[in-house]
């Protein structure tokens, strides 16, 4: 399997062209990729929680759906372990619906023989990642005042597997 190329080639929310058509020719997206994110909500979904914190993004980005879930375990795994599946409540925002693409051009000796450059450079879908905007939420967390503090360790690990910078904020809900 080949290398995935370094995030700095997507992180800009620049939308490219992608027409999709009926007929084969003048499609240029073939497939769709899936989503590597196992599932975006974990936790006890039935119970009301008195706290929730969020994880809100400081800039506009795209994140990889790679990435969100690497987000997703490391902070499910904290709190599973030490809190347990019944006291936490844990949605991922964020869908990637942007499929990425890349050109790959050949390299190394004879390389100029089965590379066409840069004609029809449109690219192959290699995978999906999310347009976050400034101020989106991109994990919601749901905790009962015990475990506040498990729960801002759990978002601040996730926080390091994702691309940019985040804040991390708490609101208590009054409805209880």
Known sequence: MAKLRKFVAY???ERPYTRTSKYKKEA???MSPAVKIVRFVTG???KKFKYTFLLLSKSDLQIRDNALESARQTSNRLMELNVGLQNYYMHIKAYPFHVLREHALASGAGADRFSSGMARSFGKPIGKAARIKKGDTIIQLSVNKEHLDTAKKALHRALT????ACTIQLTENKSL
């Open 28 to 30: 240029y997206i073939r």
């Open 161 to 164: 597997k994702i691309p940019c």
């Open 44 to 46: 006890n979904s039935n």
């Open 11 to 13: 992180r800009r929310l």
